[in-house]
């Protein structure tokens, strides 16, 4: 699959319009959102994201922040307020050890995502900080191999349920209310068309915008035209 190809929507926390915005990855089925306030010229101050984060927490879509992308102690006194926004702390380099795992002990509801993550003992130490329910696999693929850290779980000695937990488990957790959401509107379109149909009201209509639903959500999300 060309990943190019997949539905995203890029914009700028510090000047863009949040509910402009909210509507557009809604109508894509967008699941997740990354900040990049590095890149994007903005410091992660209350007084910039705030309104971005008031609505991923009342959509409860995870926030994800690469870690060279955020300044260690802005990420910890904005989100320690935030305690029902998921935060996951992406790319996590080996450099950053010395901040990533204080800041993760210190926040429930951060998770690491561990594509760079390239340390001795890395699984158990991750572990024994924040649990295996905390913890994303990740590749950074096509950038860099899938493999090494697969290989690197798998030698781990870790359990089936840990394992699982951690390449797909976590992940699906975090995402599971997004795509409930989905799956929800896209059912209730349904059902209000099909009970235009049924009422013989607008039936041409409602065919056409029942459609609409289907395509604008489709299984999984993902935006399908019809």
Same mark, same amino acid.
């Given at each position: 699959?060309?990943?190019?190809?997949?539905?995203?929507?890029?914009?700028?926390?510090?000047?863009?319009?949040?509910? $402009?915005?909210?509507?557009?990855?809604?109508?894509?089925?967008?699941?997740?959102?990354?900040?990049?306030?590095?890149?994007?010229?903005?410091?992660?101050?209350?007084?910039?994201?705030?309104?971005?984060?008031?609505?991923?927490?009342?959509?409860?879509?995870?926030?994800?922040?690469?870690?060279?992308?955020?300044?260690?102690?802005?990420?910890?006194?904005?989100?320690?307020?935030?305690?029902? #926004?998921?935060?996951?702390? @992406?790319?996590?380099?080996?450099?950053?050890?010395?901040?990533?795992?204080?800041?993760?002990?210190?926040?429930?509801?951060?998770?690491?995502?561990?594509?760079?993550?390239?340390?001795?003992?890395?699984?158990?130490? #991750?572990?024994?900080? *924040?649990?295996?329910?905390?913890?994303?696999?990740? @590749?950074?693929?096509?950038? $860099?191999?899938?493999?090494?850290?697969?290989?690197?779980?798998?030698?781990?000695?870790?359990?089936?349920?840990?394992?699982?937990?951690?390449? $797909?488990?976590? #992940?699906?957790?975090?995402?599971?209310? *997004?795509?409930?959401?989905?799956?929800?509107?896209?059912?209730?379109?349904?059902?209000?068309?099909?009970?235009?149909?049924?009422?013989?009201?607008?039936?041409?209509?409602?065919?056409?915008?029942?459609?609409?639903?289907?395509?604008?959500?489709?299984?999984?999300?993902?935006?399908?035209?019809?």
């Amino acid at each position: 699959m060309d990943w190019l190809k997949q539905p995203r929507s890029v914009c700028n926390a510090s000047f863009d319009d949040p509910a $402009s915005f909210a509507n557009d990855v809604k109508e894509r089925g967008v699941r997740s959102v990354r900040m990049f306030p590095v890149l994007h010229q903005y410091p992660f101050q209350e007084w910039v994201v705030g309104p971005w984060l008031d609505w991923l927490s009342a959509e409860r879509v995870p926030l994800w922040i690469p870690a060279e992308q955020v300044e260690p102690s802005m990420l910890h006194d904005v989100m320690k307020e935030r305690r029902d #926004l998921s935060l996951v702390l @992406s790319e996590v380099h080996y450099r950053h050890v010395s901040w990533a795992l204080p800041l993760l002990r210190s926040l429930p509801n951060a998770s690491i995502e561990i594509s760079r993550f390239y340390i001795a003992d890395l699984i158990p130490r #991750l572990i024994d900080a *924040v649990g295996d329910q905390r913890i994303l696999y990740g @590749s950074r693929f096509p950038d $860099s191999p899938m493999a090494p850290h697969l290989y690197n779980l798998h030698r781990s000695d870790l359990s089936e349920a840990s394992l699982t937990s951690i390449c $797909s488990g976590n #992940l699906d957790r975090l995402l599971a209310f *997004v795509l409930h959401r989905v799956e929800v509107e896209r059912l209730d379109c349904n059902d209000r068309h099909r009970a235009r149909r049924e009422s013989g009201v607008g039936a041409g209509g409602a065919d056409r915008k029942g459609a609409v639903c289907v395509a604008r959500y489709g299984p999984g999300g993902t935006r399908r035209r019809l």
